[in-house]
């Protein structure tokens, strides 16, 4: 039994140590003498793996557009040419494909939300923690709808009249096939030259999309088929058809164009995210400042800590040794906790620091829950061992049904609400899972092993 117990309080410093190294900053460590000199760092860590196309950043918290500010922008939607029972629909669905642009582009927790001006149609985006605005801009506002051209009947194609073709939209006519004729795009990287593993986008097509991206395979053999963004002047990328894709379409098509890892990024986002159903004009873009500010993020960090203090007074005064392994537990839960939040990552907001509050408050009302039933079982005359037993197993369905029942709300808050109604529904979620771990997982072992009570 104490073997086992053993086991699971190693798996418990395990987790609390790792935890401890994702949530510190990076904190310097400079230690030079005559035979020994360290220049290195804890903390903060930053790391990718595959190639770069998985990175964990650690070295900071995402903060919401609350406390560091952000990006803030006003479209306006032109729905001149769209019924007036069908405009609030185009709207809605214009801020579905805005909101995926955003969730592609790594923000979380954007606000993106419709507004009727008078007769004006608009969508405010707000976007946190975002430095480059044009870029950011150019992403959201683009309606990003995918061409296919080929060459004017009667020009001829050469390598030498590639410059050319490439600067002259007049060369093309549109070839019938769209982005509409696709159900997904990657981003791959180019591994046939040697050390520079160029990024390209592979297209794919639904099933009449590659019948029709066939048929002009067939007639374009050794020509180029030109990708167009929007009505941009100049194309994508002008891959040159083969024999081999005109005999038959069998894998998808990928873009070859010179593209840097970002833009291949932001034409995927683009075009998994779809086009926008109306047109949109930018009418207004700003820089947002953090609205709090740190001296009231100081203030808030203060309260919080002078409060979690508190609890553990009451805990250590209401329940004496159990309090105390209680306590331990507690701060044990709140690092986790907040390593989970740094490592997904999930941006902070006001109302997400609220929801983590109140999932202590919850974690605390578990261990609660638990001694006062290990109070009752004592009371009732039984040994130490059975009244610590009884205490967890009887306090879990009261513990259970609480927190799944605040579970379900924070569901209910994530798919309804939006922006930081989502955030407070998220962090509140995570808090209670890792709330449940250790209140019964950790508090558990603690009782078992130090807490007195495993001796009549």
């Known amino acids: 039994m104490h073997k086992n117990l053993y086991f699971r309080l190693l798996a418990i410093s395990v987790v609390f140590l790792l935890s401890i190294l994702v949530v510190l900053p990076r904190i310097p460590i400079t230690f030079k003498k005559s035979f020994v000199n360290i220049d290195s760092y804890i903390g903060g860590y930053s790391f990718s793996l595959f190639g770069g196309r998985w990175r964990a950043d650690l070295t900071k918290f995402r903060e919401g557009l609350d ?18 029972s069908e405009r609030n629909s185009a709207l809605e669905s214009a801020v579905s494909v805005i909101e995926k642009r955003v969730n592609y582009l790594g923000v979380a927790e954007p606000y993106i939300a419709p507004a009727k001006v008078g007769d004006e149609y608009r969508i405010i985006v707000e976007i946190p923690g975002v430095s480059d605005t044009a870029s950011a801009v150019k992403l959201i506002g683009q309606t990003a709808q995918l061409k296919f051209k080929v060459l004017v009947v009667g020009k001829d194609w050469t390598e030498e009249k590639f410059s050319e073709y ?40 639904t099933n009449e999309g590659r019948k029709k991206f066939s048929q002009v395979a067939r007639e374009n053999v050794k020509k180029p088929v030109a990708l167009f963004l929007d009505e941009d002047s100049t194309p994508l990328s002008m891959p040159v058809v083969s024999e081999n894709l005109a005999d038959a379409l069998v894998n998808d098509p990928v873009i070859t164009g010179n593209f840097s890892i970002e833009t291949a990024n932001a034409l ?13 004009e930018v009418i207004e ?32 005064y209401s329940y004496g040794r159990l309090g105390f392994l209680a306590d331990i537990a507690l701060l044990i839960y709140a690092v986790i906790t907040l390593a989970i939040f740094k490592g997904l990552p999930v941006v902070l907001t006001l109302p997400g620091i609220a929801g983590f509050i109140l999932s ?33 197993e009887r306090a879990w369905s009261s513990i ?32 209670i899972l890792v709330s449940l771990f250790t209140s019964l997982f950790v508090t558990q072992t603690f009782v078992k092993l130090f807490g007195g009570l495993s001796k009549d």
């Open 67 to 84: 406390l560091a500010g952000g990006v803030r922008v006003v479209l306006n939607a032109d729905v001149t040419k769209i019924g007036e």
């Open 166 to 205: 490439y600067s002259n939209p007049t060369a093309w006519v549109d070839s019938g096939v769209t982005g509409a004729d696709l159900k997904g795009v990657d981003v791959l990287y180019d591994q046939s030259k040697a050390g520079t593993n160029s990024p390209q986008v592979r297209l794919k097509f």
């Open 268 to 280: 995927s986002i683009q075009l998994r995210a779809g086009a926008l159903p109306v047109p949109v």
């Open 285 to 316: 873009q700003k820089t947002v400042g953090a609205t709090l500010g740190d001296i009231s993020v100081h203030r808030s960090l203060y309260g919080g800590i002078v409060g979690l203090t508190l609890v553990l007074v009451f805990m250590v």
């Open 360 to 392: 202590v408050g919850m974690a605390t009302d578990a261990n609660i829950l638990v001694f006062e039933r290990i109070k009752e079982e004592l009371a009732w005359g039984r040994p130490k061992t059975l009244a610590a037993k009884f205490g967890f």
């Open 400 to 431: 259970r049904d609480s927190n799944i029942s605040s579970l379900i709300t924070a569901a209910v808050l994530f798919y309804f609400g939006t922006g930081a109604v989502r955030g407070f529904a998220l962090t509140l979620s995570i808090g």
